[in-house]
């Protein structure tokens, strides 16, 4: 059994595009032994981004809501003040200064938890705890 972190766009494309996700990803989703796991920080990332315009959705926010609690399998990782802990310690790179990625970092590797991501400045953080799967 893997326990795996969405990236907020690898749970995007997993519903609305899973054309961009690896194989190995989409084999990993449909492997009922592993467990997946979203942050509430991508919950708040996808209500922002929708509600400004920056990211056009096929449904209403409350409508993913409980598509992910009822049917896609996906807990929900809570921010807790073990994850601030590690926050407050994480070292990055000046070029990557998003806070929401910051934070699924410092909840990864609170919890030992592989982080699935496509972005590429996720690979920086290995070297401070992060396992990453790469898409």
Partial sequence: MRRYLLDTHILIWHVYNQKKLSRQIVDGFEDYNNRLFLSRVSLMEIAI??????????????????????????????????????????????AHKDPFDHLLISQAITDKICLISADKKMKYYTTQGLELFEN
Avoid at 74 to 89: A, C, F, G, Q, W
């Fill in 49 to 94: 981004k929708n509600r400004d315009g920056k990211l056009q959705l096929e449904d209403d926010f409350e409508t993913i809501l409980q598509m992910i609690d009822k049917h896609w399998g996906i807990e929900i990782l809570d921010v807790e003040n073990r994850h601030l802990i590690t926050l407050s310690k994480l070292d990055y790179p000046e």
